[in-house]
């Protein structure tokens, strides 16, 4: 099982960038896709940002063309470049793995880390 911890938030303007980082333990984090995913209050988590091992990317239509999530495997780490931050971007993100993208869509996890909050307000 893959450990996860998230960091990197904190409170930004509109318009203002973040990068999360999220360090995975374990040997085997270059098999698996990794996943951003956030939860603002009162709604559903919603997955973000996706690569797979061989680096392909998903991103949800609400942040194309902002956010760029990226990996070093090296680092048993995976990054989610967040850019021109919007209000409607604040929400507690989770990182999470599985071996493919269809699982990480799933999001059928037994458990999830503590998250980081993303605040973006003026």
């Known amino acids: 099982q893959v450990q996860l911890v998230e960091s990197g938030g904190g409170l930004v303007q509109p318009g203002g960038s973040l990068r999360l980082s999220c360090v995975a333990s374990?040997?085997?984090?270059?098999?698996?896709?990794m996943g951003w995913y956030r939860q603002a209050p009162g709604k559903q988590r919603e997955l973000v940002a996706a690569i797979t091992s061989g680096g392909s990317t998903i991103y949800a239509d609400s942040v194309k063309g902002r956010f760029t999530i990226s990996r070093d495997s090296a680092k048993n780490t995976v990054y989610l470049q967040m850019n021109s931050l919007k209000p409607e971007d604040t929400a507690v993100y989770y990182c999470n793995a599985a071996l493919t993208l269809v699982a990480l869509r799933e999001a059928d996890f037994g458990s999830w880390g503590q998250g980081t909050q993303v605040t973006v307000s003026s």
């Open positions: 374990g040997r085997i984090f270059s098999i698996y896709a």
